[in-house]
């Protein structure tokens, strides 16, 4: 693996039919995300805007009887970097007009 696939620069400075391939794995992770993570991510969108980018969020959080479980709140930021990734990707595509639709 690439340690740098989470730079959006050097993504974008890719050859197009290299970036057109990271697109498609983004665009096919977002495609199969369950109902959940969608609903997830529309219900904690509002506490995510709180949140710099570069905020880590913990994947567990204690509830209120002080047991760990699953932050929803990292599950919805995942989500919100996938679209944010394929977005970028998708715009920098539309920049070089010889990609094939």
Known sequence: MNPNN???DYLLKLPTPRLLKVFRVVSGQLSVLHDWDWNAYEVY???LEG???TAIIPKQALNELGIYRPN???RASQVRDLIFLRDNL???LDKREH???
């Open 6 to 8: 989470n730079n959006l």
């Open 45 to 47: 969108k509002k506490d």
């Open 51 to 53: 949140y710099p980018e």
């Open 72 to 74: 929803p709140l990292y």
């Open 90 to 92: 998708k715009a920098e």
């Open 99 to 101: 990609v094939p639709r």
